[in-house]
C-alpha cells in the first residue's frame, strides 16, 4: 500500500551554486589519492577544533568558494604563521589546490569539500575564525537569479557569529550591482559590522589579496575589481 500524500510543499534550500560535472585530470585524481589524507577533512556536522586541526593556535581564515586555489596557496605560502581554511564544492579545483599545495610544501591549509553555509553552520564554533574571505563568487547576473547570490543576510548572521571581534570579513566581485549589494547590506548591518574604508566605500584592493590571472587580464581591458573589507565589532 502506497504511503499517503501530503499537501505541505516540500521546500529545497537555494543553493548559491550549481554543481558542474566537470572531470578530474589524471593529476588532480592522483592528489585527491596522495594528499587529501594530509590537507582533507571530512565534513562532520560537529564544530572543529582549529587548534587541535592545525596543531597550534596561529589565526584561522577561512576562503568561501577558492575555485582553483591559487589564491589561497599563495596566501598561505606568504603568511606561514596564518592557518587557512579552504571551502570549495567543485572536485576538479580542489584537486587542484592539493596539486599546489604539494608543490608549495604549505603545512598551514585545510581543505573542505562541502557548502560552505552548512560548514559556517555546523563545523566552526562562534568567534573561531580571524577572518573570512569571498572572492569572486558567482554574480547570478540576471535580476531573477539574485536570491542565489550567496552573500544574504542569513549568511552574514553566520558570519556574525563565527568572526571573533576585530577579525575581518574580505569580499571582492568584478559585478559592480553585486559589489553595491554587499556593501549595501554590510554598511546596514552597522551595529555587527564596520566598514574599513568608511561608510559607503570600497576598499582598495589589499595586499594580502593576490592578483589574479584574471584580474591582471581584466585591468588590462579596463574591467572594474571592487573590494570590501569589514570589521566585526566588538
Not at 79 to 94: C, F, I, S
Not at 137 to 146: E, L, Y
Not at 179 to 204: H, I, V
Not at 220 to 227: A, I, M, Q
Request: aromatic content about 10%; proline content about 7%.
Amino acid at each position: 500500500m502506497s504511503s499517503p500524500k501530503t499537501d505541505r510543499p516540500q521546500h529545497r534550500a537555494i543553493r548559491s551554486y550549481v554543481l558542474r560535472g566537470g572531470r578530474l585530470t589524471a593529476g588532480q585524481q592522483r592528489a585527491f589519492e596522495q594528499y587529501w589524507p594530509a590537507w582533507g577533512l571530512d565534513y562532520r556536522a560537529v564544530p572543529l577544533d582549529l587548534g587541535q586541526v592545525f596543531g597550534n593556535e596561529h589565526p584561522v581564515f577561512l576562503e568561501i568558494g577558492f575555485g582553483n586555489g591559487n589564491s589561497l596557496a599563495e596566501m598561505a605560502r606568504r603568511q606561514p604563521d596564518r592557518n587557512y581554511l579552504g571551502v570549495e564544492v567543485h572536485a576538479p579545483g580542489v584537486g587542484h589546490l592539493l596539486l599546489r599545495l604539494n608543490e608549495y610544501e604549505c603545512r598551514n591549509v585545510r581543505v573542505i569539500k562541502h557548502d560552505a553555509v552548512e560548514i559556517l553552520h555546523h563545523m566552526l564554533a562562534p568567534d573561531s575564525l580571524d577572518g573570512v574571505y569571498l572572492f569572486f563568487p558567482d554574480p547570478w547576473h540576471k535580476k531573477r537569479h539574485h536570491k542565489r547570490r550567496i552573500l544574504q543576510p542569513k549568511l552574514l548572521d553566520q558570519l556574525a557569529r563565527v568572526i571573533r571581534p576585530g577579525g575581518i570579513f574580505h569580499a571582492a566581485t568584478d559585478w559592480q550591482d553585486y559589489a553595491e549589494q554587499m556593501l549595501a547590506l554590510l554598511d546596514a548591518d552597522r551595529g555587527r559590522f564596520r566598514n574599513r574604508a568608511g561608510p559607503g566605500r570600497f576598499t582598495p584592493r589589499p595586499g594580502d589579496r593576490p592578483l589574479t590571472k584574471f584580474e591582471r587580464r581584466g585591468q588590462r581591458l579596463g574591467h572594474g575589481v571592487w573590494d570590501l573589507v569589514f570589521v566585526r565589532r566588538t
